[in-house]
């Protein structure tokens, strides 16, 4: 759906995950229900994770963005700076979201930026704020993710296809 884009890693990540042959683009990207909704991730780190989502096939019927696509984009910007604070020995998994819906938007697309506000061995919370195309709010989320080690029978990681 739309342009795909190349997500910014920091150098230490890049590193991290091609010691173990893992394709990043495809491990950090905004999954099977992300990309139908058009998910785009641009910017990813511990730090900062920042993604875009199309107004456009993401509605309710009155025409204004779906609450739940603002909180699919916010789950999903959340997680992937969980899960690249937690490092490769770990899988974060959502355990609890919370989206407060400020203004309705029609059109265009809207922008995610997911800080953190705690970063723990074992969870990890970051604050995601959405943005229509003027800047403006449209949804405050935080979702806080458990921080679990790999353990056998967890999916493989995205391998390299070389």
């Known amino acids: 759906m739309g342009e795909q884009h190349s997500v910014k890693f920091p150098q230490e ?40 989502m199309p107004v456009e096939g993401n509605t309710q ?12 984009l916010a789950e999903t910007l959340g997680s992937v700076g969980a899960m690249l604070h937690g490092g490769a020995s ?5 355990v609890d979201l919370n989206c407060t819906h400020h203004r309705g938007v029609r059109s265009g697309l809207v922008t995610g930026v997911a ?14 704020v959405i943005s229509d195309e003027q800047g403006r709010r449209v949804c405050s989320a935080r979702l806080t993710c458990l921080l679990r080690d790999v353990r056998p029978g967890d999916e493989t990681p995205v391998r390299d296809a070389g």
């Open 13 to 52: 990540v890049i590193d991290e995950y091609a010691a173990l042959g893992v394709d990043l683009e495809a491990l950090f990207s905004a999954g099977h229900l992300g990309t139908r909704m058009g998910v785009q991730i641009t910017e990813a780190s511990a730090e900062r994770v920042v993604g875009t």
């Open 61 to 72: 019927p009155y025409g204004l963005l779906h609450g739940g696509a603002s909180a699919v």
């Open 90 to 94: 770990k899988i974060a998994v959502g």
């Open 115 to 128: 800080t953190p506000l705690h970063r723990g061995r074992s969870t990890a919370t970051y604050e995601i």
